[in-house]
């Protein structure tokens, strides 16, 4: 089973996307998972500045397994041609964070995860832009899992080459 649409209004795009996907996890290879995801793109000019939000959900719902949901909500605004200021958000249910006999196993907990960062496009010619960026990234998670996972922060500095 697949089936894929989308929707295009101006300046938005509404993608939809439903699989049954056969033993997507080599760990659990008698599972099957549907999977259903859904996006909305948002595209627009502010200020002769570039500005793209995209918000997407998706869902697993294994054979015989806990259901679990992902949401994801991005932001970007490239100003000026060189800047671009980006920030993302993601909420994930998960329920593989531990292993059996673990009295956690198989528990669904709910993980949050909020990053930010920049680039900065060097002026080159026209076909290519070359950008240094980075960004920080913190978690927000549920009290059981502090002893395990503690407070994680994580961060990140790169370079960019991308073709017109």
Request: hydrophobic share 35%; with cysteine.
């Amino acid at each position: 089973m697949h089936k894929r649409a989308q929707v295009m209004h101006r300046g938005c795009v509404h993608p939809l996307s439903a699989r049954r996907l056969h033993s997507p996890e080599q760990l659990e290879p008698d599972v099957n998972v549907d999977r259903t995801t859904a996006s909305v793109i948002y595209n627009s000019q502010l200020s002769g500045n570039d500005w793209q939000t995209t918000f997407a959900w998706g869902r697993d719902a294994p054979n015989g397994g806990t259901v679990t949901d992902a949401y994801l909500l991005e932001s970007a605004v490239n100003f000026q041609k060189t800047h671009t200021l980006f920030a993302r958000l993601e909420r994930v249910e998960k329920n593989e964070l531990f292993l059996h006999p673990n009295p956690l196993a198989d528990e669904v907990f709910r993980v949050n995860k909020l990053s930010v960062g920049y680039v900065y496009d060097f002026p080159t010619e026209k076909r290519f832009k070359f950008g240094l960026g980075g960004l920080v990234s913190a978690y927000s998670l549920p009290s059981e899992l502090n002893t395990v996972y503690g407070h994680p922060t994580s961060y990140m500095i790169f370079a960019r080459l991308k073709l017109q």
